[in-house]
């Protein structure tokens, strides 16, 4: 009784032995995943503050431009809004006769 018992325990130790190697490969797989998903949300995060730093830098830009604008327009300290009311009108009213230029010549 006691070989064939040896031999159960060894088949019993030899299947442990088989399955820790493989619980031991899929934590190292999982490791591996792991790292991979670290990496690419530390690469997204670097994009993310890039367009961030993109965006507020178009927005200081846009915001310099736009009291540049308003300065050479006039429209700055103390002018009146209807001169502004009056560019958009007129720039409005422009398009619309080019348009109707336009599309009397081509069509």
Known sequence: MSASRGRV??????QNDQRL??????????????????????RQNLMLDDAGNAFTSFGSSLANSSRRAAHAFGLGGGVKQWRLILYCVACLFGLWFTWKIVRYWWF
């Open 21 to 42: 190697d493989e619980l031991h490969s899929k934590i190292r797989t999982l490791r591996g995943v792991t790292t991979d998903i670290h990496d690419d949300v530390e």
């Open 9 to 14: 325990e060894d088949t019993y130790e030899a």
